[in-house]
């Protein structure tokens, strides 16, 4: 269980998730990496260089910092110290309450990127310099997927997990199997 | 995924063309080279990269061309003495300076032999030097850039082409005069040259950190002409050694009068001794004047400074200092072989070559069994210095380059032929001819210990019929052997830019993966760098007006100036936003009286504009740069002298 709690603090040391954008003129893709902290450049200079071709459809600059970076490692931070408090001082069923909470987060950080990347992708620039529009006439949006990969007009972009997110995963999974593991201690001394 | 389909997809071809190999082998001895495969081993597929870089001189173009070998592609041409308004070389104001000299601003020069520095005896990939033959200079090139970065006047000196070879460490680059003058210069009748002109051997110490150059030491010599030179190697290291022709000292009509002596000499000289000679004091210190121009890569701009002294060694008074092999029929080529042992001499009026012997050399001067003495430097015997002699090889022998493995490769120009002989034995394996009138040839790694002997690159001065017609002016060029095999193969000829006099090759996987991307913005310390868009303005100072311009895709901030006056003196000073490989921006405004400036991504570079006519005059993006490069422009409105219109500058105003 403590384990469990310790590994979510590597959310601090990797990226939580990437997206990459390939495109002809990008042998080198374009990327950058999501931590709890901070939007990274995959290779120098990357974030800019997305801006600047996405300025070509009126999307917004990707920003310096979002409030979710203040928040994030605050929660991951109280989150880590109860895990850790909970292993040594409670019982097995205090292991499947810590699990949930961090599922719960989770969805609730899956939604707010969501919401993000929706907006994002949307809220464009009404003097944009290329329109474009779907087949039945809306006007074309640019979000990233979620999670996995999709063409947006020359660019292919991919979204996916990174190591960071792996260990809370991982972390989340060693509470669970603690619990598991507490409560057949727990019948086998029945 | 893509990638390892790609290398499965490539390994199936290359096992079908071995194949094909295999069943045309019997038949390829009968059909020659157009049988063969030299087609499929020149081909570097579209994607692919070559295996050596080529930089090949311009000659009088005064340029360095960078090819692809085996492909004979060509990637750049560096700009070095000449005025390139393709990018803005010596236009700008940021580069004029390269071009400064102790003769004024000279835009022009004869660029002749590219040399790759060394370390411990390879080539290293840091810089390639140049000589400039006309107005004596030697130019470096930082292979980071792939730009000119230091250009150093010598002075002492005329027709600077025994020049710019470098010693094992890159210890010095070594420039030799081809004419003698009189030094220090001087009004005096020319056919007083005998015994009045002098000779120099110009040693510039090259910094092993940033490569900075300086003109360490300057030897004089007998008024000879100082063709061409190469550095001892291994146990010949701490030597150089420079052919000679007119020991004549003839003045005119040249081409009979000296040639009359039978031998004339290969210089030796002991630039280790040189530097305890100056240890002790023996250097001269004598005025001069010559130019020493620098770019700096963060400025972005160059410096030129004028240094005014010169340390001297005189060969005829220092003692042990340079020896004479007397070497027959107006050596050209001075070529060491890869050991060090051998110092080919190519007599270029004979059909022999000859073949000194370092060891035998020491022996002869450890013996001190001279044949008398030219202004007190002693003459070695030429029985005791000689190592042997290629018999008859071909007619005008030129150059001479190794390719490891033992064998010689020398240019013949009048029987227009590469012949392969055998060091050791001095027998004839192989010969090849050239189309036509083949100069220089190089050996990627060449001059070096360990040359990398898969092909040799013969530069040819005459090509006639080979190629399309072009009017009376055609093509020079390059023609690619393959020397892996016992026999050479004629693989490729191309056309090259200007006289491709002699190239320095090297395996492309030591010099790529130095290559920049970008200059970094916040790097750039340029006067008038802007490094946001924040920063744009426009500054008058009295009539010159200064103009702080960005651009990044796709537009010039600020792109609407107005205020300027006819008679002010505009100052564009132009900094490419961009942090993006392969994005450069150019800019050029009508009337300007100079080229555009090609731009690259984090660089700053400055053209000046004189507006001569009221109007509102356009300015625009000369390179494709994104989709909206043709709304990449801008407007400049000029007023009468006497108008009062305020300073204004603005971008995406309505």
Redesign the interface.
């Known amino acids: 269980m403590s384990l469990g709690a310790l590994l979510i603090l590597g959310l601090f040391v990797f990226p939580l998730w990437n997206i990459t954008l390939e495109a002809p003129q990008y042998p ?1 893709p374009l990327g950058m990496d999501i931590y709890i902290n901070d939007f990274a450049d995959t290779h ?2 990357d974030i ?2 997305i801006n ?1 071709m996405n300025h ?1 459809v009126g999307m917004k600059y990707i920003p310096e910092s979002i409030p979710e970076f203040k928040i994030f490692p605050v929660v991951i931070i109280v989150m880590s110290i109860l895990g850790l408090l909970i292993g040594i001082k409670a019982g097995y069923k205090w292991f499947l309450v810590w699990f949930s909470i961090m599922a719960i987060l989770a969805a609730a950080g899956i939604y707010d990127f969501y919401l993000w990347e929706h907006d994002y992708g949307h809220n464009l620039d009404p003097k944009a ?2 329109k474009f529009t779907n087949p039945d006439g809306s006007i074309m949006g640019f979000q990233p997927p979620l999670f996995g990969t999709k063409d947006i007009l020359n660019f292919t972009a991919h979204s996916y997990p990174q190591l960071g997110a792996y260990l809370m995963a991982g972390g989340m999974g060693l509470s669970l199997l603690a619990f598991f593991i507490g409560r057949k201690e727990k019948r086998a001394s029945n | 995924m893509k990638k390892q389909l790609n290398f499965v997809l490539s390994l199936l071809v290359l096992v079908g063309l071995m194949s094909c190999n295999n069943s045309e082998s019997s038949s390829k001895q009968r059909k020659g080279a157009l049988g063969s495969n030299a087609a499929e081993k020149v081909y570097v597929a579209p994607g692919e990269y070559d295996e050596y870089y080529a930089f090949i001189s311009g000659g009088f173009s005064g340029q360095l061309s960078v090819y692809g070998l085996p492909s004979g592609r060509l990637f750049k041409v560096i700009p070095v003495f000449s005025q390139d308004a393709e990018k803005a070389w010596g236009y700008n104001e940021e580069t004029k300076p390269m071009l400064n000299t102790s003769h004024g601003f000279v835009p022009w020069d004869d660029s002749h032999h590219p040399d790759i520095s060394q370390t411990n005896g390879v080539v290293d990939g840091r810089w390639v030097f140049i000589n400039g033959n006309n107005t004596p200079r030697i130019a470096k090139i930082d292979l980071t850039t792939f730009e000119t970065t230091e250009i150093i006047e010598i002075p002492n000196s005329a027709g600077n082409h025994s020049s710019s070879f470098v010693t094992e460490n890159t210890e010095y680059v070594v420039a030799g005069t081809r004419f003698s003058v009189p030094i220090p210069q001087r009004d005096m009748p020319i056919k007083d040259y005998k015994g009045n002109f002098k000779g120099s051997l110009s040693f510039i110490s090259v910094d092993p950190e940033d490569g900075g150059m300086d003109l360490s030491f300057q030897i004089m010599m007998p008024g000879f002409d100082y063709d061409l030179a190469h550095p001892g190697r291994g146990e010949s290291h701490g030597w150089f050694f420079f052919s000679t022709y007119n020991s004549e000292e003839a003045s005119t009509l040249m081409e009979v009068n000296a040639s009359q002596n039978d031998k004339d000499f290969i210089a030796a000289v002991n630039w280790k001794k040189a530097e305890e000679y100056i240890k002790e004091g023996k250097g001269k210190k004598m005025p001069a004047n010559y130019a020493h121009n620098v770019y700096d890569e963060e400025t972005h701009t160059a410096t030129s400074t004028m240094k005014k002294e010169v340390l001297v060694l005189d060969a005829s008074e220092l003692p042990g200092l340079v020896y004479l092999l007397p070497t027959p029929k107006s050596p050209h080529g001075c070529d060491v072989d890869p050991s060090g042992e051998y110092i080919v001499g190519n007599g270029k009026l004979s059909a022999n070559l000859t073949i000194h012997s370092f060891t035998k050399m020491l022996a002869a001067i450890e013996a001190e069994n001279f044949d008398g003495d030219a202004y007190g430097i002693p003459i070695l015997k030429f029985e005791d210095v000689l190592a042997g002699v290629v018999e008859q090889a071909g007619l005008g022998p030129l150059h001479t380059e190794f390719d490891g493995q033992g064998n010689g490769y020398t240019t013949f120009f009048i029987s227009s032929e590469v012949v392969k002989w055998k060091l050791g034995t001095w027998e004839v394996v192989d010969r090849q001819p050239c189309y036509y009138s083949v100069g220089h040839l190089m050996i990627p790694g060449g001059n070096s210990r360990e040359p990398f002997g898969d092909y040799v690159l013969a530069m040819n001065k005459i090509t006639k019929d080979r190629y399309l017609p072009t009017g009376p002016e055609v093509t020079q060029s390059a023609q690619l052997y393959d020397i892996s095999g016992d026999k050479m193969e004629l693989l490729l000829d191309f056309p090259t830019v200007g006289e491709p006099h002699y190239a320095a090759g090297i395996r492309a996987d030591i010099v790529m993966k130095n290559s920049k991307k ?1 200059f970094k913005l916040e790097e750039n310390k340029h006067k008038y760098a802007i490094t946001t868009e924040a920063e744009a303005r426009v500054e008058r100072n009295g009539k010159e007006v200064h103009v702080y311009m960005s651009m ?2 796709s537009h010039f901030n600020p792109d609407n100036i107005e205020g300027i006056k006819v008679g002010d003196k505009v100052y564009f000073h132009v900094t490419n936003l ?4 392969d994005v450069p921006h150019g800019i050029s405004m009508i009337g300007a009286n100079t080229s555009e400036l090609l731009i690259m991504p984090g660089q700053t570079e400055t053209f000046v504009w004189e507006p001569k006519q009221v109007g509102v005059w356009p300015f625009y993006c000369t390179d494709f740069c994104s ?2 490069h043709q709304e990449m422009q801008g407007y400049v409105r000029v007023s009468p002298a006497s108008s009062n219109i305020e300073l204004s500058w603005s971008l995406g105003e309505d």
């Open positions: 080198i120098p200079h800019k260089n600047l070509y310099i290329m | 970008i990044i895709r961009e942090q993006d490989y989709a909206l």
